[in-house]
Structures are given as C-alpha cells and as structure tokens.
C-alpha cells in the first residue's frame, strides 16, 4: 500500500510539474496578448481626443450646441430660442445624455430608446412650463 501511495504522489507531481510548465509557457503569450489590447485601446482613446469633428452648415433657423466642453457632442437647436430657453434646453440635454448617445448609435427604435426619448421630451415641455426637472 505505502508503494502504490508513493507511486501515485510521484504521478501527481509529475503531472502538477507538466502544467506548471505548461503554464509558464503559455503566460507570456497571454500577458503579451494583454498588453497589445491595452496599447491598442490607449491609441483608439488617442484617436478619439484628436479627431475634430467636420460639422456640416446649417440653415439659419439652426444652430450647433455642444453637451461638454470638448465640444465633441454637438446637438442641433433652434436658433430662434432665447438664452435662457437655449441653457434650459442644454441642462436638460446634459442630464440625458446617455440616453442621446443611444439614439444616435442605436440603428432601431428600441423601447429603451423610445422610453428615453419619451423622457426627455416630457421633462423639456415640463421646464418649459416652468416645472423643475425630476
């Protein structure tokens, strides 16, 4: 019995010795992968930053407005709102922004989107109206 017990020790540590190699092998190839997709990310988040955003013109009845100070999300507005109605109109935009950036990269109308959409628009008439938003 004690032969059997020191053979199947032996079995097992050649067998945990195997994968450790086995493992030191495959190691760099994953850390290397990982390090790749991080380089490649960092140079996309670059590429982002420095791309300038070529805006079309637009009619006289329309202006550009920008949700940050990057100026990297343009919204289209009425240029016939007043100051305060066109910093109303950006408060509320701001607070749904994500909701924005789904619209515009959704390519269907989910009902997600739609609820979000139904949101804002109900808290724009509300701040209209003099309501504050929820």
């Known amino acids: 019995m004690d032969i059997v017990q020191q053979h199947d020790d032996q079995l097992m540590q050649q067998k945990i010795e195997k994968e450790k190699q086995q493992n030191s092998l495959l190691q760099p190839n994953i850390q290397e992968k990982m390090q790749q997709e991080e380089e490649l990310q960092q140079k996309q988040e670059e590429d982002k930053k420095n791309q300038k955003l070529t805006l079309k013109a637009l009619p006289s009845t329309l ?3 920008y949700l940050d100070k990057e100026e990297t999300l343009p919204v289209i507005i ?4 007043s100051s ?3 910093e109303s109109l950006l408060i509320v935009l701001k607070e749904h922004k994500t909701a924005l950036v789904i619209l515009k990269e959704s390519a269907q109308q989910s009902a997600c989107t739609k609820y979000y959409l139904r949101k804002v628009v109900n ?3 509300n701040h209209k109206e003099g309501s504050t938003p929820q």
């Open 123 to 125: 808290q724009l008439y």
């Open 84 to 86: 305060e109605e066109e």
């Open 63 to 65: 202006n550009y407005a």
């Open 78 to 81: 009425s240029s016939t709102l």
